[in-house]
């Protein structure tokens, strides 16, 4: 199972207020981190794409109105796997779990649930998630051999 | 420094029945909400966007082409992109979206 208990920037990660209002900050975050590594084009691009809809099902699900919503954020890179982890303190919930939406359907009958959990596992290689202190963690990770 | 979400800037052109709408920016939660809610669709049976200037489709802009799609129908009209880079060409084609784009050339 991937990791990033031990960060190579930081131990504690960078926490944001889990809001939409934060994308940009997030994002740019998350691609200046990858900017020290080899990563392909490509590989960079599914990342951003990944955590964006990660990020944003935080924001828009993972709280109620009367709790400080925030979203911790730790990056990794260990034996070629580059890793970006999410710990929020919402309710208790993996993403993981959910049905792929059927993405043969037609697009005029096509239903829009899911969309989001299912391109964070066809864009990364590995997905991972645990409930640990009250908490949701969940990671994705890249292989930079690619 | 904090970043700024990025705008999403429209630039409309009218010709008949066919609207043309050149993007610059992302397609995120809050872009796509005004996406849809600025364009007049009034008669339009083509709408055609250019995607040269799009960076990102998050899966909330996805959904934004599949409403605009999904509210041409009644009127007979269509939606088609151009010019979507290759890295989200293949966010469209893995999730099934490829039909709204244009053939790659």
């Known amino acids: 199972m991937i990791s990033t208990e031990q960060s190579n920037n930081t131990l504690e990660g960078i926490t944001f207020s889990a809001d939409n209002k934060k994308l940009a900050e997030v994002l740019a975050f998350i691609k200046k981190d990858m900017a020290r590594y080899h990563l392909s084009e490509k590989s960079q691009f599914n990342m951003v794409t990944a955590a964006e809809e990660i990020f944003s099902n935080i924001a828009m699900y993972a709280y109620s109105s009367n709790k400080k919503a925030i979203v911790t954020i730790n990056t990794n890179l260990k034996d070629n796997v580059y890793a970006i982890s999410f710990k929020d303190n919402g309710k208790k919930y993996n993403p993981l779990e959910n049905n792929d939406p059927d993405i043969t359907a037609d697009i005029k009958d096509k239903n829009i649930g899911g969309l989001g959990i299912f391109l964070v596992k066809k864009l990364t290689d590995i997905q991972t998630y645990v409930y640990k202190n009250n908490q949701n963690i969940l990671t994705i990770g890249i292989y930079t051999n690619n | ?105």
Do not use: H
């Not at chain 2, 992302?26 to 008669?43: A, I, Q, R």
């Open chain 2, 1 to 105: 420094m904090e970043e700024e979400n990025k705008e999403l800037k429209i630039e409309q052109f009218k010709e008949g029945y066919k609207l043309t709408c050149k993007l610059t920016g992302w397609l995120d939660p809050n872009t796509s909400t005004e996406l849809v809610s600025k364009l007049n669709l009034n008669g339009v049976t083509l709408l055609y966007f250019d995607m040269t200037n799009v960076e990102y489709v998050f899966s909330a802009g996805l959904r934004a082409f599949l409403m605009l799609q999904k509210m041409l129908e009644p009127q007979g009209g269509t939606v088609k992109l151009f010019n979507v880079s290759d890295d989200i060409r293949n966010i469209f084609e893995c999730t099934g979206f490829g039909s709204l784009l244009e053939p790659k050339a």
